[in-house]
């Protein structure tokens, strides 16, 4: 590998640029709405490895940390050699600090950790091992040593080991330390320690509470405790916020950005927050949530954050959305062994990988410039390049949901209100698309008055002519009966089981056309009600789900009841159970009808009904159970209470009478593939 990066040079004179010359050492991958990974191209390509070697200082050892200057200057922590080594802007080495003087003698660093550069050029050093945070000019001669905290509120045996630290424009600096719970340490500019900052909270189980409630002391006493996680490192953006990294596991806020209270003012209006990859394995080399070890602040908001686990780099915009994913571990050209750290070029991304003692140098492919360039644009309002540029995109990735909803925002504030919806639909945006709709519909109204008035008119009309002609039938029909019930239950129930008005074939029609009706609504309600909606629809998974339980329900009821002095036969609990499924027959219709007319504010209007409904068939059941077996009012609750039970049971031995007999059917094929092989050899 070492003689194709002395090639380096000779190839960017050849082609005059700074373009990849590696090919993609991983495979590109985003998150879609859904939470799957789609695969998209390479936003980022390696265009450069550097290490100790290749610079003709001898290896790296462990480097831990490294830095850019505002002029492109690289300052290397290599820990291990207890050096910094200054990299110029064309990365030659400018020079090497391994020891300065402090106050007349030689001095050094032991183990350090943590480097930030200041505005000033001045160096800060977390050296931990000497347990200080030096302060250095560029050159490496020693402008001040600032040692241990000292307050009243630091716990006795407090063990100061700095790790990483920055110093925003006031000179405070910020101080992260091993093993640190209480948050970030604050140094006012005069190296005095001011309290903490920003501390995580506490995570815990509920099992986990439940037992410490219930355990002796003594037990307790040897539980883990809980205690907050500390951070992993930070960074500052150019309006003195403070990032902060966590390694904590499960955690939805490993990134947080502190204002000056330590409030974590963090956006997180993405599909989901920043915190590296949403699905995972619990199981194999790499299991788990992604470790977030460091983040690097881009221009425009625009920020990345470093997952040593398994050597990914996820960017996210001002939003916390995410923009593309890049990196991998390995041992290809690009791939790392154990990234520790990362910081901006320009636009070039650099990541260090103390497993392999180098600098790798990412630039960004066509791909991740144009989604930088959109973001970008529409950050400093320049929204025809940023459109522009988001179409470019598309044509590259089609899949990618934030180009949608950059298109859309443009499309809205333009006042193309169907277009912004289109977009916002396909960039799975449904608060957006709702604030389009919402504009849409009052422009439809307003063109539309007068024919939305009349058909309103007509349709109050036909049904008034309905409910009247229903009125004068004396003796209700089938179809009568059923809406009879759903207002009068107790009479309607009686003169079902007693005189026989209730009708099976009816039931399971109701049965057949709920089904039906959920197919229906699942394809056809609004898109800000139903995001599954431009999923294809299987018609049999959305029957069974409505079929199943129904007949689950009268069975385990009915096999419940006759212990328990029932009186209702099975027939009569099936047509009980269907008749009080009418409310929620009626009410689909509207549902999809209101779905498609009111916005995401408007929703609890939606819920209302669809919660009514619900209840009034659980209602309804409750009366068609309690007059089928003629119970009391108590023994109906319990006895419906244990009709779940029993369901559950019932599933359960489905689950496992099913998994016995897939266990019995791989057996049988064993056996009969060893048979053959057997009889093949003979």
């Given amino acids: 590998m070492r003689k194709y990066m002395l090639l380096f040079p000779l190839l960017l004179m050849l082609t005059g640029t700074a373009a990849p010359v590696f090919s993609a050492p991983y495979e590109g991958y985003n998150y879609s709405w859904w939470g799957d990974p789609e695969p998209a191209p390479a936003p980022y390509l390696p265009v450069r490895q550097i290490d100790g070697e290749e610079l003709s200082i001898g290896s790296f050892k462990t480097p831990e940390d490294f830095a850019i200057s505002e002029s492109g200057d690289i300052y290397i922590l290599d820990t291990g050699n207890n050096r910094i080594v200054c990299l110029d802007s064309n990365l030659n080495v400018n020079r090497v600090i391994d020891s300065f003087i402090n106050q007349g003698k030689p001095d050094g660093f032991a183990a350090p950790q943590g480097i930030f550069i200041h505005r000033n050029g001045h160096l800060y050093v977390a050296d931990t091992g000497h347990k200080r945070v030096i302060e250095l000019t560029p050159e490496g001669q020693l402008i001040r040593e600032i040692g241990a905290p000292e307050a009243d509120v630091l716990s006795e045996g407090f063990n100061y080991q700095p790790s990483k630290l920055v110093v925003d424009s006031a000179d405070r600096m910020y101080v992260v330390g091993k093993g640190v719970f209480e948050g970030i340490m604050q140094f006012d500019s005069g190296g005095k320690f001011t309290g903490f900052m920003g501390v995580n909270r506490v995570t815990f189980s509920p099992i986990d509470l439940f037992w410490k409630q219930v355990m002796t ?186 180009a949608y909803l950059g298109i859309g925002k443009a499309e809205l504030r333009r006042g193309n209100n169907d277009a912004a919806m289109e977009n916002f639909r396909l960039g799975m945006h449904r608060p957006y698309y709702s604030r389009a709709f919402e504009r849409y519909r009052k422009e439809f109204m307003w063109e539309h008055f007068d024919k939305i008035a009349t058909a309103g008119l007509i349709g109050l009309a036909g049904l008034v002519i309905v409910v009247r002609k229903a009125r004068k039938k004396e003796e209700p029909g089938v179809i009568g009966m059923a809406w009879y019930t759903m207002f009068h239950p107790f009479k309607g129930f009686w003169e079902l089981k007693y005189e026989k008005k209730a009708k099976v074939w009816f039931t399971l029609l109701l049965l057949l056309l709920l089904s039906l ?83 995401l504010q408007e929703g609890a209007f939606y819920t209302m009904l669809e919660t009514v409904a619900f209840l009034w068939c659980i209602g309804l059941i409750f009366v068609g159970m309690l007059t089928v077996h003629q119970y009391s009012v108590a023994k109906t609750i319990v006895t419906m209470l244990l009709t779940i039970i029993v369901i559950g049971i019932f599933v359960f031995l489905g689950l496992l009478f099913f998994s016995l007999v897939q266990q019995m059917l791989s057996f049988l094929t064993t056996v009969y593939k060893e048979i053959m092989f057997r009889i093949g050899e003979g």
């Avoid at 963090?266 to 470790?291: E, V």
């Avoid at 881009?298 to 997952?307: A, P, Q, S, T, V």
């Avoid at 699942?522 to 339980?549: C, M």
């Avoid at 009186?567 to 047509?575: A, D, L, N, R, T």
């Fill in 217 to 402: 002391k003594e037990q307790r006493s040897k539980m883990v405790l809980f205690i907050p996680v500390d951070f992993t490192n930070v960074a500052i953006d150019n309006e003195g916020f403070i990032f902060a990294t966590s390694s904590d596991s499960y955690s939805d806020d490993p990134v947080k950005r502190l204002n000056p209270s330590g409030i974590d003012v963090l956006r997180r209006a993405g599909y989901f927050h920043p915190k590296g990859d949403i699905t995972f394995t619990l199981s194999g080399t790499r299991p788990g949530t992604s470790s977030i070890v460091d983040v690097a602040i881009d221009r425009n908001g625009i920020y990345h954050i470093l997952d040593s686990r398994r050597g990914r780099v996820f960017t996210y915009d001002r939003e916390g959305k995410l923009m593309y994913i890049f990196g991998q571990l390995g041992e290809q050209v690009g791939n790392f062994k154990t990234p520790v750290a990362l910081d901006m070029l320009g636009d070039r991304v650099v990541v260090l990988d103390k497993g392999f003692n180098h600098l790798v140098i990412f630039e960004p492919t066509r791909y991740g410039q144009v989604i930088r360039n959109a973001v970008i644009y529409n950050d400093i309002g320049q929204e025809g390049e940023s459109v522009a540029a988001w179409r470019d995109a598309l044509t590259l990735n089609s899949n990618l949901e934030i």
């Fill in 517 to 599: 009706l959920y197919v229906l609504k699942r394809q056809y309600t609004g898109f800000i009600f139903n995001p599954h909606a431009a999923q294809s629809v299987n018609t049999w998974d959305e029957v069974k789900f409505i079929v199943l339980p129904f007949f689950l329900w009268c069975v385990a009821n009915w096999s419940l009841t006759t212990l328990m002095d029932g009186e209702g036969k099975f027939k009569e609990i099936v047509m009980a159970t269907g008749y009080a499924l009418v409310p929620l027959v009626l009410v689909q219709l509207p549902l999809i009808a209101l779905s498609n007319v009111i916005t």
